[in-house]
């Protein structure tokens, strides 16, 4: 499979993202069988979470009918309903994971009731000995007299229980509430704490270095956008420049992170108040669990599958506590997303107390997908409708992937000329030439894809420009020049799994070199064997060679892996295979996905000539496959 370079959001804006902490998981929590009785509850429901009810044809909320278990009513976003459900659970069931009477607990504090949500704790916690559940709700305790207006009673709880939070949460929390309670200094110090002397960037996204990295990228960004919120505009941008001078070759945008800082420009950083801080916190805990969930089934050589119920109910009852928090409101939609769950997408996108034209963006993309396209068209116009001149560029991106999702060319190239006019700065720049190149790409001007992908690393010259720039190339014959950067690429980054995929794949697709290209994939496959767009390339090498049964299990494998989501590569290798073994019907079938999942235009018209014809070209022929080593795919400077 070709690297990559997908139709997702872009966004230019400072990236100060929240990271996460390992820390030992909870229970996940348990779908509760539609055959347990779940009483219709009365528990009171606090504004916000009302306000995520999802309403039926009648105008009035679907209720708990309309769910068979809770873990229904977090995939539509629908916390009314879940949290009524959770309640109306026998106190048995709500054992099962000391979350549920949190959840409870969240809710009472989201409506300003501080003295139930504690009583809540106070119950719950009384029926375990477990540490961890103690020094959880210990946790929640501290916060809840925070927003009580106790900030001395609630940073000494805090203290206490900061010892029993997984990872750098409990410091980064205790940061929080020290901001929160108007104590800046001490939260500042407690980031200058947390602070490595040395500080060491992942070579690439399977470095296993990546995961400490994203702690310390949280640590310094918090710490810089604190200064900047006080005005110590000077003292920012050093901290900054610790994430900088990491990733150098990341410099041109770090330099318009940095301008960030001191500008004021595509930087939404507003003082925290405690149910901002508090809401944070609670997200910090949340990616932790999720963490840690993922770390321990990896070592115990299991998969991570399916829809994180756990992550996403913390993180949804969260948004409760500051339904504001724009920055948790996506994580919750990338998360829905992420299962294929688009109704939830839109209902939590457009369930915001204020709309905005990223949320339209968001619920757009999730209208396409589930076959909405005039609402999609809606949500496009009315996001370029009430964006304001700040928040301008980050939402024609947006708009502009979405448009070339719904094949408007026209439309899209309107976007495109103004994207680039807007762009300000180097970084900008560069984000508007790569865009430009990736959608004149899908509109089949291979041509001018190329120009801008060239424009792009000229201006920004990094590990993904050059990447992209040698994908544009070879599209339009320039096989040679492609090679050698693709091959440049891999002696800084021998052992990155998508370097080693996107020259192999380059081989076996563009040059007769199919034996190389197989060595790579193989070492690609070895190093990320999960993956599915590397098995799907390893897939294509075995068919290259003739090897038509390893093929297909390769690809079918690559497709399961996938799932909820088709990729229409994938798809189109599958009916390829199927085809030439003589499978005409699942072939075709496969087409169509691979049709309905938005192939670029070349690629769109191949596949309706093949839907039409079939296949004229001959089934590949059969040839040894070559010895392979787990160092197959490393090169020196002569092979360039």
Known sequence: MRPRLTLTASILTLSLALGACATEPAPALQEVEAEVPIAQSAVPLSPAARATAVIGANGKPVGISAYPAPLDAVKAGDMAAFLQMTSGLSQEDRDVSPLFDAFLALDRAADGDTVAA??????????????????????????????????????????????????????????????????????????EFMTPAEIEAPEHQFDPKGLLYSHVRTVISRHALLLQRLGRIEESKAVYQKLADAEPEEAISYAAAIESLETGKNLDNEPLDVPAAFAQSLADVSRA????????????????????????????????????????RAAVIDQLYESALYDGV??????????????????????????????????????????????????????LQLRTLLNDQNGSSELVDEVISLASN????????????????????????????????????????????????????????ALAILRTELLGRPNDPYTLNSLGYFLIEYTEKHEEGFKVLYRA????????????????????????????????????????????????????????????????????????????????????????????????ERRPLPSVSIGDGEIDRQDI
């Open 525 to 620: 496959r070895s190093l990320a064997e999960r993956d599915p767009y590397i098995t799907d390339s390893l897939g294509w090498a075995y068919f290259k060679m003739g090897h038509l049964k390893d093929a297909q299990r390769l690809i079918e494998q690559s497709r399961a892996e996938l799932k909820p989501h088709k990729h229409w590569e994938i798809e189109t290798h599958l009916g390829d295979i199927y085809w030439h073994q003589g499978k005409k019907e699942e072939a075709r079938e496969a087409w169509q996905n691979a049709i309905d999942n938005r192939p670029p235009a070349r690629e769109r018209a191949e596949l309706e000539a093949k839907l039409a014809d079939g296949l004229t070209s001959p089934r590949p």
């Open 346 to 399: 839109a209902h939590v996108a457009l369930s915001a107390p204020q709309e905005t034209a990223s949320l339209q963006i968001a619920a757009g993309q999730a209208l396409i997908m589930s076959g909405d396209e005039a609402g999609a068209r809606a949500a496009v116009a009315r996001a370029l409708e009430i964006t304001d001149e700040d928040d301008r560029l980050r939402t024609l991106y947006g708009a």
């Open 426 to 481: 180097q970084a900008e720049r560069a984000s508007a030439h790569g865009l430009a190149a990736e959608i004149k790409g899908q509109f089949g001007d291979l041509e001018a894809a190329a120009v801008h992908a060239a424009k792009a690393r000229e201006l920004d010259d990094t590990h993904d420009r050059r990447m992209a720039l040698a994908n544009s190339l070879g599209k339009i014959g320039e096989v040679n020049q």
């Open 289 to 328: 669990l999720q963490e840690q969930r993922i770390i321990r089934t990896i070592m115990m050589g299991g998969r991570i599958e399916g829809f994180d119920d756990q992550r996403s109910a913390f993180d949804q009852v969260a948004l409760l506590i500051n339904p504001k928090d724009e920055g948790l």
């Open 118 to 191: 504690r009583n809540i704790l106070k119950t719950s916690n009384s029926q375990s000995d477990e540490e961890g559940e103690t020094g959880f709700y210990a946790f929640l305790d501290a916060w809840l007299l925070a927003m009580d207006g106790r900030p001395d009673e609630a940073i000494e709880r805090h203290r206490g229980a900061a010892g029993a939070m997984p990872g750098l949460t409990g410091d980064l929390s205790l940061a929080a509430m020290l901001e929160a309670s108007g104590r800046p200094e001490q939260a500042l110090a407690v980031y």
